[in-house]
């Protein structure tokens, strides 16, 4: 994979326009599945979830900048949890009827990733929203660390 190609590495790649192929190259299998494929994790089983560490949180497929560690919150419900994102635009959402029921899909802004649900369930926090989020649709960056440079780290360690 070259690293032109990789709208991670390169983000003057269109994110959008990344054929299939090269999203299923460039992440891990699991990574694959949920941010192309909208599938989820299950409860407690992905990254982040005790991360306590100050940051950001990161598409795990393009590095859009997504969360910031200061709107973290623990909800009890299994995947990390978030009351805002960390600036407009950086997650659409969507209507999702799926499963039989109706929620809100949120997707990274810059690549269109499943990255989980929002709920209206949160009333502890500012907001009263939870962006419950798969850990695996993340890459958390630890303040001051070049958010390129985890990637590029992440993406060249061993898949699952």
Known sequence: MSKSNDPGLNPSTDATAVEDSTWKSI?????????RHSATE???TGRYLNN??????????CAQKLYSAN??????????????QVEDG??????DKSHGRTRTEMRCGRCDGHLGHIFQD?????TGIRHCVNGYAVLFVPEGKDPLEALAEHRSRPRD
């Open 52 to 61: 306590e560490e100050q940051g950001f949180y990161h598409c795990a497929g």
């Open 42 to 44: 299950a409860p407690g």
């Open 90 to 95: 950086a997650v659409k959402t969507y209507v």
């Open 122 to 126: 949160a009333p502890q926090t500012p």
């Open 71 to 84: 709107h973290k919150f623990h909800s009890g419900c299994g995947w990390p949890s978030f009351y805002d």
């Open 27 to 35: 992440l891990s299998a699991t990574e694959y599945k949920i941010l």
